[in-house]
């Protein structure tokens, strides 16, 4: 970034249209929000042309702008829709005070090459936006999910106390009632003793078998990694069918055994692909070495090779765990009720009493699961370091 | 030697009285139901009691009851009836008992005597629609608006769903013909007592869903209980059919905004039926277990718990206050005579013999 880039002014022609544009799309928000979308999107964009103009031909201080326009929107807002509004007033006018003049002073180039064309710098500007409205359409759905946890009422609905943040709409106690409800406690026993037991059987036999079918000389190696993954492309609901007259010929339908097993099948593809991934890189002279040293193919698995992929079946462990844990289809099938795992318990709660006691629990494990995430990204990065560090 | 006569008559008695003994009986049972509310309540007034009094015994509900057709058959194939006693509507009671999977019964021998001594046949009276099925509760299925979207006029006849210019806004109805072509029907002016008449021709159902096309546009189409309560609790609807006990939890409970609309109410029965293919110990305790779930003060307690009404003639009287909120429980009923002045029945004959014809006519138009 040594290169020096001068910031050049914009005209009119171009920083009103732009703004315009964005106004027009945030008005589009605002204005289905309000009863009419496409009022909305006349207002916004000639609210933003002319505070572009504004902007452009007075030249006050930037600073005092921006803060009025922000104080100024968010008045707007608390008019419109109460203290939400308030907030989320401020914010469009904290965007929209900041935005024609980031376009007016041209400052919108400076963190990018000089030589970029004016396209080039518009694809890099609309793939951002893109990528930005995927991550929105992605997290959205989960992210209204959290409030309503806290809801006051048995209802999934945004009360009138809610949009006002009254404490009075907000309360604890479908969390309590999670915490404090026997059908509830049961599932989340069931199912953190059904997860951790299958993740357990998945790791241990899907890393064997990635470790027995990465030997060149094993035959038909293509085949079995193909039954071994086919868990995970065959549809669901054929192999819960399937494992349904199974186990109940043999006598484990409705049996924990016959739930862990189930899950065990689940989870074994996520593991037997990690590892072998990770054994990509292993290097088999180490092995040979280890043998060459005395050590027995047991003392050689659990001293050299077992902690050089070990990254790879941790994290296949933690997709076989989470993969039990979210698991309902086949659960439905070959467990039976004192088999109810948690997403059981959603499942139905969501269809016989849509209690916001779902979203309390929806929450826990949304949490759950990033940090489980969180976990594996480190875990990946630590082998990344540890892959640069070993020779060779 | 009297002593001993004495002893030896009163035990045999105690022996006659009770079904079975409890050595012969297995200690576990899965009662399927239908989660929420009025399961909460069968566990209150049935299954708690009596597992004080049978502590040995562990009950594991199942909310199955929405597909149990569909897996007692897939049980049946399987050859491993894992559930015990199933709570079904009438409907899929008489499905169940025509293929075999419910086990015939007769009341006389598996029922209490009403408290009053009628025997259980005469209790239940015609409410034993199948061989196979045990009454437990009448129930309603009716329309609940919301009433601060209806104006100064709430709706007081059924007809107001399907008039759009007095009640502007959404309505919810249950995605299947049943009720919706009786509803139908009746407000284009077809004669309570002719409506199965009209539905059986094909220009009858044509007329039915003619008149449910004046609306279609503004239909959300319910598939859960569940559903309804929620729409009006957010506003979403104007008015919406459900069961009428969730409407009373939405109205008395959770004091939403709602009113209730019982004109033109359907009546509908819920029940029990014994799976067919249960073993001895398990069929044992099963009876047990019924026939002290179904005696006179049972079924009147569970109206304690929720809104429905006692399926035996001698409960009636019984019928008290709820057991939380302290209210007087019989004007909450379908059954009460002020709430039932202009009732259909549920025709279980009529869905039997036109439910596929009508639903495939049904799934098409919705589709259209």
Redesign the interface.
């Known amino acids: 970034m040594a290169t020096v880039i001068t910031l050049k002014k914009q005209p009119y022609s171009f920083v009103g249209p732009v703004s315009a544009a964005a106004g027009g799309f945030a008005g589009l928000f605002v204005g289905t929000a309000q009863g009419s979308g496409l009022l909305g999107i006349i207002l916004g964009a000639t609210l933003m042309a002319g505070l572009a103009y504004g902007l452009m031909t007075l030249d006050l201080p930037r600073k005092t702008v921006r803060l009025g326009i922000a104080a100024v929107f968010a008045a707007v807002g608390f008019l419109l829709s109460g203290p939400m509004g308030l907030i989320i007033g401020a914010l469009f006018g904290a965007f929209f005070g900041w935005f024609p003049a980031w376009l007016a002073d041209g400052k919108y180039r400076a963190s990018l090459p000089p030589y970029l064309t004016a396209r080039e710098v518009l694809w890099h500007y609309t793939f951002r936006i893109i990528c930005g409205l995927i991550f929105f359409f992605l997290i959205a759905p989960i992210v209204v999910v959290m409030p309503l946890s806290f809801n006051a009422e048995n209802f999934f609905t945004f009360t009138p106390e809610m949009l006002r943040l009254d404490p009075d709409g907000y309360s604890l106690k479908h969390y309590q009632d999670f915490f404090q409800s026997n059908d509830w406690q049961a599932a989340l026993r069931n199912s953190l003793t059904i997860a951790p037991v299958a993740t357990l059987l998945s790791v241990s036999f899907g890393t064997l078998a990635a470790i027995g079918l990465s030997q060149p000389h094993v035959p038909f190696r293509q085949v079995i990694m193909a039954i071994l993954i086919s868990p995970m492309i065959v549809p669901l609901i054929i192999s819960a069918a399937g494992m349904y007259f199974f186990y109940s010929r043999i006598g484990l339908q409705g049996t924990y055994l016959g739930v862990v097993l189930a899950h065990a099948a689940l989870g074994i593809p996520f593991v037997i692909i990690t590892v072998t991934a990770t054994l990509v890189g292993f290097d088999r002279s180490l092995t040979r070495a280890a043998a060459n040293m005395g050590a027995n193919p047991v003392t050689t698995f659990f001293r050299v090779q077992m902690p050089l992929i070990l990254p790879g079946v941790i994290s296949g462990g933690l997709f076989a765990f989470i993969t039990s844990f979210d698991e309902v289809v086949v659960v439905l099938f070959v467990g039976s009720a004192s088999q109810k795992t948690l997403p059981w318990q959603m499942f139905i709660g969501l269809r016989e009493q849509i209690s916001p006691t779902i979203l309390a629990v929806a929450t826990i494990l949304v949490c759950l699961s990033i940090a489980l995430l969180t976990t594996l990204e480190l875990l990946r990065r630590r082998s990344e370091r540890l892959r640069g560090m070993s020779p060779g | 030697m009297k002593i001993t006569t004495a002893l030896l008559a009163s035990t045999a008695l105690v022996v006659t009285l009770s079904p079975a003994t409890a050595q012969d009986m297995s200690n576990e049972m899965?009662i399927?139901s239908?989660?929420?509310?009025y399961?909460s309540s069968q566990q209150k007034a049935y299954s708690e009691p009596y597992v004080e009094m049978h502590p040995e015994v562990t009950v594991?509900?199942?909310?199955?009851s929405?597909e149990a057709v569909a897996k007692l058959r897939?049980?049946n194939?399987?050859?491993?009836i894992?559930w015990d006693l199933v709570d079904v509507v009438a409907a899929d009671a008489i499905r169940l008992c025509d293929e075999g999977l419910a086990m015939e019964y007769d009341p006389d021998d598996l029922l209490a005597e009403g408290a009053d001594g009628t025997s259980a046949e005469d209790d239940f009276g015609d409410l034993i629609v199948s061989d196979c099925f045990i009454p437990q509760i009448v129930y309603s299925t009716t329309f609940g608006y919301r009433t601060d979207m209806v104006g100064d006029t709430p709706p007081t006849e059924v007809c107001a769903v399907f008039d759009l210019e007095a009640y502007p806004g959404k309505r919810a109805l249950e995605k299947r013909p049943i009720n919706n072509m009786e509803w139908a029907l009746y407000c284009d002016g077809v004669a309570k007592d002719e409506i199965y008449d009209v539905l059986a021709t094909a220009e009858g159902q044509d007329q039915a869903l003619a008149k449910l096309d004046t609306i279609k546009d503004d239909v959300i189409w319910w598939s859960?209980?569940?559903?309804t309560?929620?729409l009006l609790?957010?506003g979403e609807v104007v008015m919406g059919s459900t069961y009428n006990g969730r409407l009373f939890s939405v109205i008395v409970d959770?004091e939403?905004p709602v009113g209730m609309l019982w004109d033109m109410q359907v009546f509908d029965l819920d029940g029990w039926i014994i799976p067919e293919g249960l073993s001895d110990e398990e069929l044992a305790r099963v009876k047990d277990f019924v026939f002290f779930a179904t005696d006179t003060q049972r079924l009147a307690d569970q109206s304690q718990y929720i809104s429905y009404g006692p399926a035996r003639l001698s409960s009636a009287p019984l019928v008290g206050q709820h057991a939380d909120l302290g209210i007087d429980m019989a004007p909450h009923m379908p059954t009460d005579p002020e709430n039932a002045k202009n009732t259909l029945l549920y025709n279980y004959e009529f869905w039997a013999d036109y439910r596929d014809d009508i639903d495939a006519k049904f799934q098409s138009w919705l589709v259209q």
């Open positions: 899965t399927v239908w989660g929420g509310a399961q594991t509900w199942d909310e199955s929405n897939a049980m194939e399987a050859g491993n894992t859960a209980g569940a559903d309560p929620q609790a957010d959770q939403q």
